[in-house]
């Protein structure tokens, strides 16, 4: 899923595609104003608008939705911001070809900028379990933050790396996303001010 965010799309989707591994690329807009979705559509990618409403696990499963119905067996969940090596997709792909279990990545968060990692960042290891089969009910659950519904004896931590740069935005950004979140679980709308003033 992604708003807004085609830099880092030019930034990391070429390194993806390195991985022969990947079988196509399925996109959420959230309702982007940039060209983000027409640089993914270039490279031959299924791309869905569905707009922001600060719901990321609604997003998210809109994603896996758009790719059983593009007919897919299994995916790999990503965000623009995050970078992948084409070795570790191309593992992930092979593991899941011969068992049914979800796929759980250590991340490394930076947070200024690729020489400030995170000492204790809140997703080391990645919680997310990242990659899966398709058709078989998985969903996010939950209000904000959570797992997809795969039991844990079901999942598995491969070897490799996952590179997290969300940190290096400017932490007013993130202020103001946490808060709307929060304020969308409560039930309250969410603030539509621009987070840099």
């Known amino acids: 899923m992604f708003q807004n965010e085609a830099d880092w799309l030019r930034l990391h989707v070429p390194a993806w595609l390195k991985a022969s591994g990947i079988d196509g690329i399925i996109a959420v ?7 983000g979705a027409d640089y993914l559509r270039s490279l031959g990618a299924t791309v869905e608008y569905r707009q922001w409403d ?3 696990l609604d997003q998210e499963n809109a994603v896996i939705e758009l790719a059983e119905r593009a007919g897919y067996d299994a995916m790999l969940l990503t965000a623009p911001d995050e970078l992948w090596w084409a070795a570790d997709i191309d593992l992930a792909k092979t593991v899941l070809s011969m068992r049914d279990v979800g796929l759980q990545y250590q991340t490394i968060n930076f947070m200024k900028d690729r020489l400030h990692a995170a000492k204790q960042a809140p997703y080391f290891p990645d919680p997310h379990v990242r990659a899966w089969r398709l058709r078989q009910g998985i969903r996010h659950v939950g209000a904000i933050d959570s797992v997809p519904a795969i039991p844990r004896d079901k999942v598995m931590m491969l070897p490799g790396l996952m590179y997290h740069y969300s940190g290096i935005k400017d932490r007013r950004f993130y202020m103001w996303k946490q808060l709307n ?12 001010m621009d987070w840099r003033d």
């Open 54 to 56: 600060w719901k990321p």
């Open 181 to 192: 979140f929060h304020r969308v679980k409560d039930g309250l709308p969410p603030l539509e």
């Open 29 to 35: 807009d959230g309702g982007s104003d940039d060209d």
